[in-house]
């Protein structure tokens, strides 16, 4: 399985942005897609994630604010960004997990995902 993103970029505050991630090689074992985030000196932290029945959890911080998607058709997970804060400012990664993600909390699932993607950055400025 091979990540490759795409999008980002800077905005004011109250923009938008989105995100993409292309799948390769994806296979149904793949179960749990995510997008995580990370600011310089603080650890990775998950963002959303979507399971293959389509179910969705979101971070306190994001929810109502962004929307995570899989395109089954292209094999492509999405994140689209709105009303965006300055202190959504961070690295953002797209990452897959072969397995579920339901027995652990959005926090404790940055260690067990497998694959990641290469990174984009998103600054959000006043």
């Known amino acids: 399985v091979q990540l490759v993103q795409s999008g980002g970029g800077s905005v004011q505050a109250g923009g938008s942005l989105r995100l993409s991630c292309a799948i390769f090689?994806?296979?149904?074992?793949?179960?749990?897609l995510g997008w995580f985030r990370q600011t310089p000196g603080k650890k990775r932290e998950g963002v959303a994630i979507?399971?293959?029945?389509?179910?969705?959890r979101y971070d306190d911080s994001v929810k109502g604010r962004f929307t995570i998607t899989k395109d089954s058709a292209d094999n492509t997970l999405n994140l689209q960004m709105n009303s965006l804060k300055i202190e959504d400012t961070a690295m953002y990664y797209c990452?897959?997990?072969?397995?579920?993600?339901?027995?652990?909390?959005?926090?404790?699932?940055?260690?067990?995902?497998?694959?990641w993607g290469q990174g984009t950055q998103v600054t959000v400025s006043s």
């Open positions: 090689e994806y296979t149904s074992s793949v179960a749990c």
């Open positions: 979507i399971e293959s029945d389509t179910s969705t």
């Open positions: 990452a897959a997990r072969a397995g579920s993600c339901r027995r652990w909390t959005l926090q404790e699932l940055e260690n067990l995902f497998g694959y």
